[in-house]
Nanobody, 126 residues
């Protein structure tokens, strides 16, 4: 059973930056595509970014292109989400999710992911 664990959330001012991490103890994490999703207060879960298991193929939700960057270090079993120029509307719980896939595959829908972390809170204050 793969159990992703998010970290790196916290309180940041508008315009600031944060880097979230998603990791697992399983060495087979490199065989999984990983997605980041978020859930703002009172709203549904939305797609932020995804990365394939190999070759670094990425996809972003429209609201995050140019501000957020997803990357991975398979040697460290970790996927990162760098968030720049944060806005108050970025306040949410951020989740990472993993899906066993082929090399360049990734997914953007919540119901296509098999394993989910518990989430990390990001609060952006003005």
């Amino acid at each position: 059973q793969l159990q992703p664990v998010e970290s790196g959330g916290g309180l940041v001012q508008t315009g600031g930056s944060l880097t979230l991490s998603c990791t697992t103890s399983r060495r087979t994490f490199e065989r999984y595509a990983v997605g980041w999703f978020r859930q703002p207060p009172g709203k549904g879960r939305e797609f932020v970014a995804a990365i394939s298991r190999s070759f670094g193929v990425t996809e972003y939700g429209d609201s995050f292109k140019g501000r957020f960057t997803i990357s991975r270090d398979n040697a460290k079993n970790t996927v990162f989400l760098r968030m720049d120029n944060l806005k108050s509307e970025d306040t949410a719980v951020y989740y990472c999710a993993a899906k066993y896939t082929i090399m360049t595959d990734y997914r953007i829908k919540t119901d296509e992911y098999e394993y989910w972390g518990q989430g990390t809170q990001v609060t952006v204050s003005s």
